[in-house]
């Protein structure tokens, strides 16, 4: 197969959306939608979301430095439109969305969506145009019908937009 050389830009697809939630220091909830996150480390296990600085949600990471990335299956792709396309500025955005406190992290837990990953953010690099937040994962919420005899998700199970 012949080899084209394309755009330079963020190559790594496909990927599962998600939607990341944070509080920032008065209580006040909000949820947007990252186009950058993944693993990186199992040992201790974490992950790294990438947020531009100038989105709303940027300064309630850095005062209140927790997060919790919620996998978006298909059943939530409204909600995943909507929190992509309006900004906390202007709405309370989580008005609209089913959610509960955290078990461990002081943020909202988007409880629709299938598996939700609460995470302490522990560091964090900018690298061009966002920040890299790395967060160490403290507990996983997963709906009872995804997860195995192990007690493990089974990400087959979950449609993903």
Same mark, same amino acid.
């Given at each position: 197969?012949?080899?084209?050389?394309?755009?330079?830009?963020?190559?790594?697809?496909?990927?599962?959306?998600?939607?990341?939630?944070?509080?920032?220091?008065?209580?006040?909830?909000?949820?947007?939608?990252? !186009?950058?996150?993944?693993?990186?480390?199992?040992?201790?296990?974490?992950?790294?979301?990438? #947020?531009?600085?100038?989105?709303?949600?940027?300064?309630?990471?850095?005062?209140?430095?927790?997060?919790?990335?919620?996998?978006?299956?298909? *059943?939530?792709?409204?909600?995943?439109?909507?929190?992509?396309?309006?900004?906390?500025?202007?709405?309370?955005?989580?008005?609209?969305?089913?959610?509960?406190?955290?078990?461990?992290?002081? !943020?909202?837990?988007?409880? *629709?969506?299938?598996?939700?990953?609460?995470?302490?953010?522990?560091?964090?690099?900018?690298?061009?145009?966002?920040?890299?937040? #790395?967060?160490?994962?403290?507990?996983?919420?997963?709906?009872? *019908?995804? #997860?195995?005899?192990?007690g493990e998700i089974d990400?087959?199970?979950? *449609?993903?937009?």
């Amino acid at each position: 197969m012949e080899k084209k050389k394309v755009e330079i830009k963020a190559a790594v697809e496909p990927k599962s959306k998600v939607l990341v939630s944070v509080r920032d220091k008065d209580g006040k909830d909000n949820a947007l939608v990252v !186009a950058y996150c993944c693993n990186c480390s199992y040992a201790p296990p974490m992950v790294m979301v990438g #947020i531009v600085p100038s989105r709303y949600s940027y300064h309630m990471v850095k005062e209140n430095p927790c997060f919790v990335v919620n996998l978006v299956s298909k *059943d939530q792709k409204e909600i995943y439109k909507y929190l992509g396309s309006v900004s906390g500025r202007d709405e309370d955005k989580l008005a609209k969305i089913n959610t509960k406190d955290g078990d461990v992290v002081n !943020a909202a837990i988007l409880t *629709d969506c299938p598996v939700n990953i609460e995470c302490t953010v522990v560091d964090s690099i900018m690298t061009g145009s966002h920040e890299m937040f #790395i967060g160490k994962i403290e507990c996983v919420h997963a709906d009872s *019908d995804i #997860i195995n005899e192990k007690g493990e998700i089974d990400y087959s199970k979950i *449609d993903f937009i």
